[in-house]
């Protein structure tokens, strides 16, 4: 079996053939372009793991665009429509609405592991629309929507896939047409998982109950998640079933920022040998830059990655001062990270509700202001495919040497938030931004304690994980300064929703 007609290196068609092999005894042929209906997936996990640049995502597009052309219906969480008896179906999922934007921006429709564990249950009437738009149905008749509504919709849903994005171009909002949520079902058929090193076990065992067929895609080099004594699932698979990428892809001209991730794989290597590297690569490419302070007006949309808490809590303090933000209220335009959803069992539809809305936790957030109701805030999820929200929020801004937080917006139960100007690099997994401010001082910190993680010193994954972050910029932050921001905090960079703001868990109009 041969790779398609991409300019593969030969780890990459060999992780191809071993993967394409797999899907032939489930009865989808890639090289022919065909599927047998008869023939499930049958039960079984693969890894596909590979540093930084070594071409997993690239992989991944060209297999879902593979298994697509075969006939392989690309499940987009949604909207589904009616089950075919004939119908073979792929998900392609990340942990973070940050992480399946970034596939979604690389043209793969990916979308959250949430959001395809809950689907949702539209309105009847509203129903029809979705199912026009899906090709399943004949053009309908919608009281109160005029044709010029249902046109918005067509066209908009022929630019971007998006029921619910088409719905709210029509002018509907989501409290209209989505009753609620439910628990998935029905299984799927395969799941392409990337940044699996975020997966913990239990994600992998609500997957399993899914998918017979997981296509894990992971960075071995990056952080594992908490309480995994540094294993990730993939780690614990037969080596049979693990495909390894070596070869590192770069553009036309070197990648700085690679080039550093990927040095510190030397077991030689010390901190200021490769803080020495750093400036070297300043001194010769834009790309990677020194920096003696902290810029508060990146922080707004990019949080400065740091080790330690306590190093956050102040570099928070210190955005917050240097914006002139009030103690006791946020500004529009101040980021924040969901830290979890505090309800009670028996509020468990308000629960799926909040988190298929994109406030899972680790979702990165942007105040937009006070809801309408008090405890409400309205915010823009970034990554989500529906961004703007108002939901009843718990935001909690710390402060140094104090255990109690401030709470400056309080919900009696809803989605909480920390303030996202600072962040961990173990919370920044799965995320990437144009620009990164790696605070470096902290990286000292972590290599003067000879910590080590999985025999690797704690400090290298810190600054793997860092580095791997910036897309077209590094900032090595060498002084704990703050450089005052050249211009207020504003919210006119963030796109809008295409319709009216989503409601969420209660709030009216």
């Known amino acids: 079996m041969s790779a398609p007609a991409l300019r593969f290196s030969h780890d990459q068609a060999e992780a191809w053939d071993r993967v394409a092999d797999a899907f032939a005894g489930a009865g989808i042929d890639l090289l022919e372009g065909t599927l047998r209906p008869d023939a499930p997936a049958r039960a079984q996990v693969m890894a596909v793991v590979g540093k930084a640049g070594s071409g997993k995502t690239m992989l991944l597009a060209a297999l879902a665009k593979a298994l697509a052309e075969a006939g392989v219906d690309t499940i987009s969480g949604d909207y589904e429509g009616r089950r075919r008896k004939d119908r073979r179906t792929l998900a392609i999922l990340a942990p973070t609405n940050k992480a399946a934007s970034v596939l979604r921006n690389r043209g793969v429709p990916a979308t959250t592991i949430h959001r395809i564990l809950y ?20 053009r309908p008749v919608v009281e109160g929507l005029t044709d010029l509504a249902l046109d918005r919709a067509k066209a908009f849903y022929d630019q971007v896939k998006s029921i619910p994005g088409a719905l709210a171009a029509a002018g509907l909002r989501g409290s209209d047409f989505i009753l609620g949520w439910k628990r998935r079902e029905d299984p799927l058929d395969i799941g392409f998982v990337d940044e699996a090193s975020m997966l913990d076990e239990r994600q992998l065992e609500d997957l399993k ?104 809590i102040r570099l928070i303090q210190a955005f917050r001062a240097a914006y002139g933000a009030p103690p006791d209220e946020l500004l529009p335009g101040e980021p924040l990270i969901c830290d979890g959803i505090e309800l009670p069992l028996k509020h468990r539809k308000k629960r799926i509700d909040l988190e298929a809305r994109g406030l899972i936790k680790g979702a990165q957030v942007i105040y937009l202001g006070p809801g309408k109701k008090p405890g409400f805030a309205r915010l823009h999820v970034i990554g989500a495919e529906d961004p703007q929200v108002s939901a009843a929020s718990i935001i909690k801004i710390e402060f140094p040497d104090e255990e109690e937080p401030f709470i400056p917006a309080a919900a009696t139960m809803g989605a909480a938030f920390l303030h996202g100007a600072a962040v961990t690099i173990h919370k920044a997994q799965g995320s990437q931004w144009d620009e990164v401010q790696v605070f470096a001082p902290d990286l000292f910190v972590a290599a003067r304690t000879g910590r080590m993680e999985a025999g690797i010193p704690l400090w290298k994954r810190l600054a793997y994980v860092a580095i791997t972050r910036a897309e077209t910029r590094l900032h090595w932050v060498v002084r704990n300064r703050l450089a005052r921001p050249a211009r207020p905090l504003t919210t006119d960079d963030l796109p809008r929703s295409a319709g009216p703001l989503a409601l969420s868990a209660g709030e009216e109009d």
Do not use: C
């Open 119 to 138: 689907t949702p249950v539209y309105d009847p009437e509203y129903e029809k629309i979705a199912e026009w738009l899906a090709g399943q149905g004949d």
């Open 209 to 312: 109950e899914i998918f017979p067929m997981l296509i894990l895609f992971g960075d071995p080099a990056q952080l594992a998640p908490v309480g995994q004594s540094g294993e990730m699932v993939f780690d614990r698979l037969p080596e049979a079933r693990k495909l390894t990428l070596h070869r590192i892809h770069r553009q036309e001209e070197d990648n700085p920022i690679l080039d550093l991730a990927h040095a510190l794989a030397d077991p030689d290597l010390s901190f200021e040998a490769f803080e020495a590297m750093v400036a070297a690569a300043a001194r010769r490419d834009d790309r990677v830059r020194w920096a003696e302070r902290v810029d508060a007006g990146l922080m707004a949309r990019s949080p400065a990655l740091v080790w330690r808490n306590q190093t956050r």
